[in-house]
T-cell receptor, first 112, second 114 residues
């Protein structure tokens, strides 16, 4: 089955620095990945997604990189802001995204 | 625009009590999902509907958990004879036909069983 894990439970960065959050997955059949941001007391908020036929995708201040060889993906946040403080989850799925498997999350703390 | 809404936002139940959690998906979204999120953990899949059909209930932890979506819109997750281990945040998500792969989440219902 799928398992998705994160390398670090907590990441502290200075405001303005770039943040990199990593995620590993086990199921080589996973074909779709999503990064979610979850603030305290709220539901997960979609950030960016990537399909397995891509190795990079960029959004506004965020970039997701996918390395299928080592089953690893990362979320890069440029010029991290205090509003970026939250828990970040990666999630993976196969065949259309109907059953997402989430990792345990990384707490991003932005220091002023 | 309106997102996924859930009610109640908080629920305190005594052990053994039945509870019902409601989800209103984004209008027009045919797919609806329920997840359970324990404290400090990522969400875990419970069940999935396409319109009124429950296509996957493999994540429901026991037969005390029951979900329905009779008219293909609003969904209710019911937990019978609640136990302390049922305490968690229950998240609902919906997905449309055009954005086939992105699930949009509601704020969740935080259930505390005493």
């Amino acid at each position: 089955g799928e398992s998705v894990g994160l390398h670090l439970p907590t990441l502290s960065v200075q405001e303005g620095d770039n943040s990199i959050i990593n995620c590993a997955y086990s199921n080589s059949a996973s074909d779709y990945f999503i990064w979610y941001k979850q603030e305290s007391g709220k539901g997960p908020q979609f950030i960016i997604d990537i399909r397995s036929n891509m190795d990079k995708r960029q959004g506004q201040r965020v970039t997701v990189l996918l390395n299928k060889t080592v089953k690893h993906l990362s979320l890069q946040i440029a010029a991290t802001q205090p509003g970026d403080s939250a828990v970040y989850f990666c999630a993976g799925t196969t065949g259309g995204g109907n059953k997402l498997t989430f990792g345990t999350g990384t707490q991003l703390k932005v220091e002023l | 625009g309106a997102g996924v809404s859930q009610s109640p936002r908080y629920k305190v139940a005594k052990r053994g009590q039945d509870v019902a959690l409601r989800c209103d998906p984004i209008s027009g979204h045919v797919s609806l999902f329920w997840y359970q999120q324990a404290l400090g953990q990522g969400p875990e899949f419970l069940t999935y509907f396409q319109n009124e059909a429950q296509l996957d209930k493999s994540g429901l932890p026991s037969d005390r958990f029951f979900a329905e979506r009779p008219e293909g819109s609003v969904s209710t997750l019911k937990i019978q004879r609640t136990q302390q281990e049922d305490s968690a945040v229950y998240l609902c998500a919906s997905k449309g036909l055009r954005s086939q792969e992105t699930q949009y989440f509601g704020p969740g219902t935080r259930l505390l069983v005493l």
